[in-house]
């Protein structure tokens, strides 16, 4: 029996493991390498696998570092089934259409500069054909037989909609191991999701270690902090400028504008324009899966509400729409992608509004090294875009308890909870988070794979 590690070992993109027992191959992720140049190149590289070899793909959640390989696995021979809950196969579906809508506009694009043969990564056609590939959905909590002497159960780890850690427990030569891999893990305080459901015992735990250095603030003081930006900007007449990530952050931001609004903290004749078509997409599906939220979310969606629902909400998918925007000069929030400022709308809305001292720019989410929006949080003055040197003279606001990760405490109570595994592979974080992480574990084995690493189980 063996674990190999082909992705976010010693980083936090490209997840994709695969265990090896009995001469079957089950892979966990397939995740897109994101960042720089260099991460972004390892994409194109061989898997580490022959992808026609691997008999079941486990998908833990939809972000595009966890499921972004997908559709090039599938163009690359995998012909097996793809087991995930309802909710992840839907966001997967929208995640992994615009990435290849991406890589086609890439190509496109390289072609242009004199590129002949450029060619995407993978195509409309390959996300397509991967969509064919998965199985019946997996319902949190229920064992699922992939063959005799391997089954798969499905864990909620509040972390996106739909995302689940998943215990795997396979048997070779009459010995079963408990195999445990905690996908990503969502912090206890979430407005849509439950809290991530304690793991079960395990013999070998495979975590993510994230924000294994750091614990974050607490969320309801980043809420009022929130509502407090935009109740300043609205009484400065500017407009607020939001980006953010299309998954659960849009719609955990539109719950808390609407909680703000009832509350008498925002004003609700505040127009608000969600400029994201994933971000669009993502909300509807959201209405689709109360079974994957918390009870008092799903019960006001049951009860036919609409937790996103504000008087002046308008959902701009055109991009003629989206356009329209950059005439409107006073009292608007504009959410739009990318949240790190690195491409997407955001970067016009920006450039529309940046210079102006009544303005403000919200940042909600983690902030890469060396991206716009970090640059911007960092304190420049002036930032090029499109070719321009924009001011900022926009009031900056930085909001850091929105995490969609479990913070340093969280991590430590969860892998606790998995018992005393002989053996904790630490991966998806940073190396200096994971080692400060792999500093407050007792009592297991601890491993920390490089790219390709083979162990023995
Ligand atoms: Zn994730």
Redo the contacts with the bound molecule.
């Keep these: 029996m063996h674990i190999s590690f082909h992705g976010a070992a010693g980083e936090v993109t490209g997840s994709c493991h695969l265990v090896t027992a009995a001469g079957r191959r089950i892979l966990v992720d397939c995740g897109m390498f994101q960042g720089g140049h260099e991460l972004h190149e390892l994409n194109r590289a061989d898997f580490g696998f022959e992808p026609d070899e691997i008999d079941v793909l486990l998908l833990t959640?939809a972000?595009l570092?966890?499921c972004g390989r997908i559709p090039l696995l599938v163009k690359r021979g995998f012909h097996g089934q793809i087991i995930c809950t309802d909710a992840t196969r839907d966001l997967a579906r929208v995640v992994m259409l615009d990435s290849a809508h991406l890589h086609e506009e890439e190509a496109r694009r390289r072609k242009h500069h004199g590129d002949r043969d450029a060619e995407p990564l993978y195509d409309t056609m390959d996300a397509l054909d991967s969509l064919d590939r998965f199985g019946p959905p997996a319902d949190f909590g229920k064992p699922i037989r992939l063959w005799d002497g391997a089954r798969a159960t499905f864990h909620d780890a509040g972390?996106?909609l739909g995302?689940a850690s998943i215990l795997l427990e396979v048997t070779e030569n009459d010995r079963t191991r408990r195999i445990l891999f905690s996908?990503?893990i969502g912090p206890q305080d979430r407005p849509l999701l439950n809290p991530p459901a304690p793991p079960t015992t395990a013999d070998i735990v495979v975590m993510e270690t994230t924000y294994g250095d750091r614990d974050h603030r607490a969320l309801d003081t980043s809420v009022a902090e929130f509502h407090e930006a935009v109740q300043d900007a609205a009484d400065r007449g500017g407009n607020v400028i939001i980006p953010t990530f299309a998954l659960e952050r849009a719609q955990e931001l539109l719950f808390f504008l609407r909680e703000g609004m009832e509350a008498g903290t925002i004003h609700p004749a505040t127009r608000v324009f969600l400029d994201s078509p994933m971000a669009i997409s993502a909300t509807q599906l959201f209405r689709r899966h109360p079974e994957a939220m918390k009870p008092e979310v799903s019960e006001i969606i049951r009860s036919g509400r609409d937790p996103f629902k504000l008087p002046e909400l308008h959902f701009t998918r055109d991009a003629s729409e989206s356009m329209a925007l950059n005439r409107i000069r006073s009292g608007a929030i504009i959410m739009a992608g990318s949240g790190m400022c690195t491409g997407g709308r955001v970067r016009h809305h920006l450039r529309h509004n940046l210079a102006h001292s009544d303005c403000s720019v919200i940042f909600v989410g983690f902030a890469a090294e060396g991206t716009l929006a970090r640059i911007i949080i960092d304190g420049a003055r002036s930032v090029k875009l499109f070719g321009d040197h924009v001011p900022v003279r926009a009031r900056i606001h930085t909001i850091n308890g929105f995490s969609?990760h479990a913070g340093r405490r969280e991590l430590l109570d969860w892998h606790r909870a998995a018992g005393t595994p002989d053996r904790t592979f630490l991966n998806h974080g940073e190396e200096d988070a994971r080692h400060k992480f792999a500093g407050a574990l007792k009592d297991t084995k601890i491993e920390m794979p490089t790219l390709h690493q083979t162990y023995s189980l």
């Design positions: 959640h972000h570092d966890h972390h996106i995302s996908g990503d969609a």
